[in-house]
C-alpha cells in the first residue's frame, strides 16, 4: 500500500520530525496541509510553512501551506476545512505541534505551563475533534483514515515527572487523547496511535537545549519511516497502540538502524524520555 493520493493534514510541520514524515508521504504523492506558526523565517528555528511547502511541491507532493495558530480554537477549525475543501477531505491526521520546556516546578512560570496545555493537549484534542467529520468520510469511502500523535507511551512512575512535572503532564494529555480516542472512534473505522522515539531525534528545537549531544541522536527519517508503516496499515487492525520508532521498523523487517544515526557507526545513543 502506498500514500499516493492520500490527503494529510499536519500540526507544526514547517521543520524536522514533521517536516520529515511530510516528505516521505509526498515522495509518493500525497497531498499534505502544513499548518504551522511560523509563517517569517527565524534565525534560531529555520523552516516556516512556505519552505516546507517548497520541499514537499519538490518531493512530489500537493502543499498547502497555512498558518494557524494552535491555541486559537477558530484558526484550528478554519485550518481543516480549508484543507478539506482545498484536497477534497482529509484521511491522515498527524498531531505533531508540540511545546517543550524542560524545567522544575518553581522554573516554570504561568506563561510557559499555559503554552504547554494550550499547544500539547488542547491543540490535540481540538485538531482532532476538528477533523473528525472528514476523517469519518474518508473511512466510508474505505480511504483507510489515520490519527497519528507524536507523544509517549503512558507510564506513571515518578522519575518522568520529578525534573519536569508540567511537560510530563503535558505530553501525557497527548497520550491519553491518544488511549480515549482510539476507543472512542474504532467503531468508526478511525485509527488513532501514538508515536515516540527510542532515542534523542536531532532537531532544531532539540539543539537549542543545552547539553545535547546532537552526535549521539538518530535523524528525523526514522519516525518518517515508522510513520508511513503505520499509515499503510488497516485502520480497523491497527489503532489504540503506542508505537515505538524502532520497534516498528523492527516488525517491517528493518533492523539495521545505522543509516538514521547523525553520526554512521555510532552505538551509544542519547535515550529519549519516558522509555524504560
Given at each position: ?5 492520500k490527503?494529510?493534514f499536519?500540526?507544526?510541520g514547517s521543520?524536522?520530525i514533521?517536516?520529515?514524515i ?7 504523492g ?8 511560523t509563517?517569517?523565517?527565524n534565525?534560531k ?6 519552505s516546507?511547502?517548497e ?19 477558530n ?7 480549508n ?5 477534497g477531505?482529509?484521511d ?5 505541534a ?14 510557559r ?8 493537549v488542547?491543540g ?6 476538528a ?10 469511502a474505505g480511504?483507510n ?15 518522568w ?10 505530553k501525557?494529555?497527548?497520550s ?7 476507543e ?5 473505522g ?11 531525534i ?8 543545552p547539553?545535547?549531544?546532537i552526535?549521539?541522536?538518530?535523524t528525523p ?26 520497534e516498528v521498523?523492527?516488525s ?8 538514521y544515526?547523525?553520526v ?13
Amino acid at each position: 500500500m502506498s500514500l499516493a493520493g492520500k490527503r494529510i493534514f499536519i500540526t507544526g510541520g514547517s521543520r524536522g520530525i514533521g517536516l520529515a514524515i511530510a516528505l516521505k508521504a509526498a515522495r509518493d504523492g500525497a497531498s499534505i496541509a502544513i499548518a504551522a506558526k511560523t509563517a517569517e523565517p527565524n534565525p534560531k528555528l529555520p523552516g516556516t510553512i512556505y519552505s516546507a511547502a517548497e520541499e514537499i511541491r519538490q518531493a512530489g507532493g500537493v502543499a498547502l501551506p497555512i498558518q494557524c495558530d494552535l491555541r486559537d480554537e477558530n484558526q484550528i477549525v478554519q485550518a481543516v476545512n480549508n484543507a478539506a475543501k482545498e484536497f477534497g477531505g482529509i484521511d491522515i491526521l498527524i498531531n505533531n505541534a508540540s511545546a517543550i520546556n524542560l524545567t522544575r516546578t518553581e522554573e516554570t512560570p504561568a506563561k510557559r505551563f499555559d503554552l504547554m496545555f494550550d499547544v500539547n493537549v488542547r491543540g490535540t484534542f481540538l485538531t482532532s475533534q476538528a477533523a473528525l467529520p472528514f476523517l469519518r468520510e474518508s473511512a466510508s469511502a474505505g480511504r483507510n483514515p489515520h490519527i497519528l500523535t507524536l507523544s509517549p507511551p503512558l507510564s506513571m512512575k515518578a522519575k518522568w515527572f520529578k525534573n519536569h512535572v508540567a511537560y510530563t503532564m503535558a505530553k501525557y494529555g497527548m497520550s491519553m487523547c491518544v488511549l480515549g480516542m482510539s476507543e472512542e472512534f474504532r467503531r468508526d473505522g478511525i485509527a488513532v496511535n501514538a508515536l515516540w522515539p527510542r532515542t534523542a531525534i536531532d532537531t532544531a528545537a532539540l539543539a537549542m537545549i543545552p547539553g545535547v549531544d546532537i552526535a549521539a541522536c538518530r535523524t528525523p527519517e526514522i519516525l518518517a519511516d515508522a510513520a508511513y508503516a503505520i499509515f499503510t496499515r488497516p485502520a480497523k487492525e491497527c489503532t489504540g497502540n503506542f508505537f515505538i520508532d524502532d520497534e516498528v521498523l523492527a516488525s517491517e523487517g528493518i533492523t539495521d538502524l545505522d543509516k538514521y544515526s547523525v553520526v554512521p557507526g555510532t552505538t551509544d545513543f542519547l535515550a529519549d524520555f519516558f522509555l524504560d
